[in-house]
């Protein structure tokens, strides 16, 4: 079975940084894409970014600039560096990824930017 773990999460104020980071039960190249979403309360998940296989990345315009997504091939990890978080940045965020078994998803982890 093919999992993907979080962790990274927390309490920061705005401005702050935090890195969530996700770990896959099989090679990260098991997956034609990695990426991170969110859903904050009320509001639909939505896609944040994402790292394909040739190591191509996608951002949701209100994160350029201040994440950044990446991977440690040989940790089998995916991470998201969020710099200069603002409250509307409050969510829970899951790791995602589209694997020959299907899109699998985290179990997701909190964020809180307070201001």
């Known amino acids: 079975q093919v999992q993907l773990v979080e962790s990274g999460g927390g309490l920061v104020q705005a401005g702050e940084s935090l890195r969530l980071s996700c770990v896959t039960s099989?090679?990260?190249?098991?997956?034609?894409?990695v990426a991170w979403y969110r859903q904050a309360p009320g509001k639909e998940r939505e896609f944040v970014a994402g790292i394909y296989t040739g190591g191509q990345t996608k951002y949701q315009d209100s994160v350029k600039g201040r994440f950044t997504i990446s991977r440690d091939n040989n940790k089998n990890t995916m991470y998201l560096q969020m710099n200069s978080l603002k409250p509307e940045d409050t969510a829970v965020y899951y790791c995602?990824?589209?694997?020959?078994?299907?899109?699998?998803w985290g179990q997701g982890t909190q964020v809180t930017v307070s201001s």
């Open positions: 995602n990824g589209v694997s020959p078994w299907g899109t699998i």
């Open positions: 099989r090679s990260i190249f098991t997956f034609t894409v």
